[in-house]
T-cell receptor, first 113, second 116 residues
C-alpha cells in the first residue's frame, strides 16, 4: 500500500537560513509525489511534484524537492526561508489506483524573524 | 490551475441535522474527490465523485452518512448527514484533470464545519 511519512511535527528556522522539511515514501511501483502547503483558514496550494525525470524538482515560491530513490525520500527545501513561508506542509503520494492522494500527517514550518 | 469554488466556507450546525457542501469548478475535469481534515490532522479521502454514477467510498465512509452527487463534469455536492460533534472537520473538494492541465490535484478553500 502507498504511504508517506513526515517524521517531524514542527520545523523551526530563522529567516534567511535554509530549510528542509522531510518526507519518506513507501509505494509499489513508480512513485508520484507531491508537496502542498496550507495557510491558516485556506485550502491546500500545490507546490511541486515528481513524476519522472530530473531528481531535483523546482516549484512555486522558490521551493524545490529532491527525489532520492535509494533512500525513498522526497525532502522539500528552500535556500533562504521567509517569515511568510510559515505554514503547514503536506507531502503526498498518489494512491494505488493512480487517482487520489494519500497525505502525510503534515509538518508545521515556523520561520522566525 | 483549476479554480474551485466551495460553499459554504464555514457553518455551525446542530447535531442531528444535515449540511450539503457544494463544489463548482471553472471547467470540466476528469476526477473530483472529497477529503476530510479533522482538527489538527491530515487529510483523509472520503470518496471519489463519479460523474453520472454512485460515488466510490473509502473504507470507513458510507453513502448513508456522506451522500455525494456529481451531475456533470464541473459540479459535485457532499452531504454530511445526521451530524454529531465528531463530524466537526474541514471538508475539501479536490479535482484532477488527467490529460488536461496535468496530474496535480487542486483544492477548494474548504468548508469548516462545527457541530454543536
Amino acid at each position: 500500500a502507498q504511504s508517506v511519512a513526515q517524521p517531524e511535527d514542527q520545523v523551526n528556522v530563522a529567516e534567511g537560513n535554509p530549510l528542509t522539511v522531510k518526507c519518506t515514501y513507501s509505494v509499489s511501483g513508480n512513485p508520484y509525489l507531491f508537496w502542498y502547503v496550507q495557510y491558516p483558514n485556506r485550502g491546500l496550494q500545490f507546490l511541486l511534484k515528481y513524476i519522472t525525470g530530473d531528481n531535483l524538482v523546482k516549484g512555486s515560491y522558490g521551493f524545490e524537492a529532491e527525489f532520492n530513490k535509494s533512500q525513498t525520500s522526497f525532502h522539500l527545501k528552500k535556500p533562504s526561508a521567509l517569515v511568510s513561508d510559515s505554514a503547514l506542509y503536506f507531502c503526498a503520494v498518489r494512491n494505488q489506483a493512480g487517482t487520489a492522494l494519500i497525505f502525510g500527517k503534515g509538518t508545521t514550518l515556523s520561520v522566525s524573524s | 490551475s483549476a479554480v474551485i469554488s466551495q460553499k459554504p466556507s464555514r457553518d455551525i450546525c446542530q447535531r442531528g441535522t444535515s449540511l450539503t457542501i457544494q463544489c463548482q469548478v471553472d471547467s470540466q475535469v476528469t476526477m473530483m474527490f472529497w477529503y476530510r481534515q479533522q482538527p489538527g490532522q491530515s487529510l483523509t479521502l472520503i470518496a471519489t465523485a463519479n460523474q453520472g454514477s454512485e460515488a466510490t467510498y473509502e473504507s470507513g465512509f458510507v453513502i448513508d452518512k456522506f451522500p455525494i452527487s456529481r451531475p456533470n463534469l464541473t459540479f459535485s455536492t457532499l452531504t454530511v448527514s445526521n451530524m454529531s460533534p465528531e463530524d466537526s472537520s474541514i471538508y475539501l473538494c479536490s479535482v484532477v484533470d488527467f490529460g488536461g492541465r496535468g496530474t496535480e490535484a487542486f483544492f477548494g478553500q474548504g468548508t469548516r464545519l462545527t457541530v454543536v
